[in-house]
């Protein structure tokens, strides 16, 4: 019998660190690819040289030693949390609704259909 799980879960709203379960940068298909000097299709349903592949590998490794180097100190590894869909009901039915922290002013909000109300944590 399935049944809807409700196990808490906790995590931090700030500075959530994924380096340890993010696959690194050597097992990106485009470095598969540069590796093997294959032609391959990107992303966007285009095919793409080894040349073109190892210009942006080259690329995205410079943006990311940038990202490292920055004067905020966060790698892109790091996450802050801003929204959160939550499922009401069960398993056979139910209503979703939404958590999201405004950019704006910071404060987090309940989006439930065309209702939205203020909560605190």
């Known amino acids: 019998m399935r049944r809807k799980l409700r196990d808490l879960v906790m995590f931090p709203l700030e500075g959530l660190d994924f380096s340890r379960i993010i696959a690194s940068s050597d097992c990106d298909t485009k470095q598969d690819a540069r590796a093997n000097g294959k032609i391959e ?3 966007n349903g285009e095919a ?3 040349d073109q592949i ?3 590998v080259q690329k995205d490794t410079e943006k990311k030693a ?3 180097n920055g ?3 966060r790698s892109e ?3 802050d ?3 959160v869909v939550h499922h009401q009901g069960a398993l056979s039915g139910g209503h979703y609704v939404a958590s999201l922290k405004s950019e704006l002013d910071g404060k987090w909000r309940l989006f439930n259909d065309a209702q939205i109300y203020d909560i605190s944590s």
């Open 54 to 56: 190892e210009n942006d």
């Open 71 to 73: 004067d905020d100190g």
């Open 77 to 79: 590894s790091l996450y």
């Open 81 to 83: 949390l801003y929204g």
């Open 66 to 68: 940038s990202l490292k």
């Open 41 to 43: 299709v990107d992303v």
């Open 48 to 50: 793409r040289s080894s």
